[in-house]
């Protein structure tokens, strides 16, 4: 099992809060080894986006976080997942 704060990179965690067909709401948590960033996403079938502003995250992990979040939108199954985790190392996107 690896550690909740990695020691370089980043990790995404993003936690179900609402799901319906077309869209679903997730708690992102963004854990860097100096600190936790926090945020709310919506993620529907054509995209993502943030509801309202990130918590101490990096404009480029933002980036990073809708990325992975658009990814997710694409997935024609349901349910939707219940919690999404995602490394990253330092420099990848």
Same mark, same amino acid.
């Given at each position: 099992? #690896?550690?909740?704060?990695? +020691?370089?990179?980043? @990790? ?22 100096? #600190?936790? =960033? @926090?945020? +709310?996403? &919506? &993620? @529907?079938?054509?995209? !993502?986006?943030?509801? =309202?502003? !990130?918590?101490? &995250?990096?404009?480029? #992990? ?6 992975? !979040? ?7 199954? !349901?349910? *939707?997942?219940? @919690? &999404?985790?995602? *490394?990253?190392?330092? =420099?990848? +996107?």
């Amino acid at each position: 099992m #690896h550690a909740v704060v990695p +020691r370089s990179g980043v @990790r995404y965690e993003l936690t179900l809060v609402q799901g319906a067909e077309a869209e679903a709401r997730y708690d992102a948590a963004v854990f860097t080894s100096e #600190h936790t =960033g @926090r945020a +709310r996403v &919506i &993620i @529907r079938r054509d995209g !993502a986006s943030l509801d =309202g502003p !990130a918590e101490d &995250i990096a404009e480029a #992990h933002v980036a990073q976080l809708l990325a992975l !979040a658009k990814t997710l939108g694409k997935r024609e199954d !349901a349910p *939707w997942p219940r @919690r &999404i985790n995602r *490394w990253r190392s330092p =420099g990848v +996107r």
